[in-house]
């Protein structure tokens, strides 16, 4: 158990509809980042934040938004959903910025849309 | 595109050969990680390198940083079914934030 917990699973939903992924963090990590999985692509950095703040930004689409709040966990917005979007999207945290410290990740949320 | 490219892509063995994959880039990093997926589950870091040459094992599992820390490889010994995976490597710069991953390497190991 890495200790990070995402909600929910699994999201199945319709094109243009919007969703909320949910990401809370190990505890004691300031950091967050946000991932998507396809099967083509890899996994693809969208966002991070550290402490609230936005700290990099990634391949995300202008449809996307995400943010940390104040007791740490992140949502990660969707909206106006593609069948392109369909993907696992992955959270993962860390204690702070320092590299080469490791990203503890979640179990994903598999997220389909028809 | 990808700032990391592993190879092979998919890799099919049967238990007891010997296995290397490759994480290839034109860019310096100041640290490169290995991590396996397995299916349903986020990855799970395997191991991190920091210095350019730097060798680390890990049981049969054999890691090594190139000397410019562009690159890097994974050699597993007498793979094992449980060695099954989704292989990734992920490099990062010192500023700390962005963490880029390779495009994965897909490991069967076949009993």
């Known amino acids: 158990d890495s200790g990070v917990t995402q909600t929910p699973k699994h999201l199945i939903t319709a094109t243009g509809q919007r969703v909320t992924l949910r990401c809370s963090p190990r505890s004691g990590d300031l950091s967050v980042y946000w991932y998507q999985q396809s099967l083509d692509q890899g996994l693809q950095f969208l966002i991070q934040?550290?402490?609230?703040?936005?700290?990099a930004k990634g391949n995300i689409l202008e449809r996307f938004s995400a943010q940390q709040f104040p007791d740490l966990h992140s949502e990660l917005n969707l909206s106006s959903l593609e069948l392109g979007d369909s993907a696992l999207y992955f959270c993962a945290s860390r204690p702070g910025t320092a590299y080469n410290s490791p990203l503890h990740f979640g179990n994903g949320t598999r997220l389909t849309v028809t | 595109t990808q700032l990391l490219e592993q190879s092979p892509q998919f890799l099919s063995i049967q238990e007891g050969e010997n296995l290397t994959v490759y994480c290839n880039s034109s860019?310096?990093?100041?640290?490169l990680q290995w991590y396996r997926q397995e299916p349903g589950e986020g990855p799970v870091l395997l191991v991190t390198?920091?210095?350019?040459?730097e060798v680390k094992k890990l049981k049969r599992l054999t890691f090594q940083f190139g000397d410019a820390r562009k690159d890097s490889s994974l050699h597993i010994t007498a793979a094992q079914p449980g060695d099954t995976g989704l292989y990734l490597c992920a490099g990062e710069h010192d500023t700390g934030n962005q963490f880029y991953f390779g495009t994965g390497t897909s490991l069967t190991v076949i009993p």
């Open positions: 860019s310096v990093f100041s640290s």
């Open positions: 934040y550290y402490n609230g703040e936005e700290r």
């Open positions: 390198v920091v210095t350019g040459g």
